[in-house]
């Protein structure tokens, strides 16, 4: 089962950050937070993922709380073309990458 | 370098037909994995590698069966197709570590 929760969906201005956020609350030492997100129906596309610092790539920012029961993922300057579904992973143990419902992402012209 | 590789990439099988969709991957990965993912819902497990030779259950792996003879691929069988199995399956693989997953471009199934 998902080891995190999210909201259902959200709306973002084009052109302002997004912000999705995600709770974890049993997470454990050494397991980390995976951003994920799937735009229509094709193959699900890795954003980010993070331990407890936060981190930042081409695509996005990770912001984890210090006592790593939540995190943020920040678009920051959202384009149409972020429209997605987003999901937070907390793998379980071997591995398991297991998916819930996500956020479905709309930005908005 | 293709990363995933899924085929077919469409499929329509009646009811009882058997078929078996394969998965490659040329990245060397240890870890593949198998999803369905049914219309407005999230990805669901159905079965899992670790390694050549290992294969595991995930969250629903009734109606399924797999076999990972050789590391770069993953076989995903349907001994007898039913509807409930209409979906599109999404293949998956990762590195060891905390490797993220790579997943291939789905095979959409349809049983009549």
């Known amino acids: 089962d998902a080891k995190t929760t999210q909201p259902t969906s959200m709306d973002c201005a084009e052109g302002r950050a997004a912000n999705l956020p995600c709770n974890h609350s049993?997470?454990?030492?050494?397991?980390?937070v995976y951003w994920y997100r799937q735009i229509h129906s094709q193959g699900p596309q890795y954003i980010i993922h993070?331990?407890?610092n936060n981190e930042t790539n081409e695509m996005a920012s990770l912001i984890i709380t210090e006592d790593r029961k939540s995190s943020t993922l920040i678009l920051p300057h959202a384009t149409l073309r972020d429209t997605a579904v987003y999901y937070c992973?907390?793998?379980?143990?071997?591995?398991?990458?297991?998916f819930g419902t996500g956020t479905s992402l709309t930005v908005i012209p | 370098n293709a990363g995933v590789t899924q085929t077919p990439k469409f499929r329509v099988l009646k009811t009882g037909q058997s078929m078996t969709l394969l998965c490659a991957q040329d990245?060397?990965?240890?870890?593949m994995y198998w999803y369905r993912q049914d219309p407005g819902m999230g990805l669901r497990l159905i079965h899992y590698?670790?390694?050549?030779?290992?294969?595991a259950k995930g969250e629903v792996p009734d109606g399924y069966n797999v076999s990972r003879l050789k590391k770069q691929n993953f076989l995903l069988g349907l001994e007898s197709a039913a509807p409930s199995q209409t979906s599109v399956y999404f293949c998956?693989?990762?590195?060891?570590?905390?490797?993220?997953?790579?997943f291939g471009n789905g095979t959409r199934l349809t049983v009549t």
């Open positions: 998956a693989s990762s590195g060891q570590g905390y490797s993220p997953l790579h």
């Open positions: 049993t997470i454990s030492g050494n397991e980390y």
């Open positions: 993070g331990l407890k």
């Open positions: 992973i907390v793998p379980n143990t071997g591995n398991q990458f297991y």
């Open positions: 990245m060397n990965h240890e870890y």
């Open positions: 590698s670790v390694g050549e030779g290992t294969t």
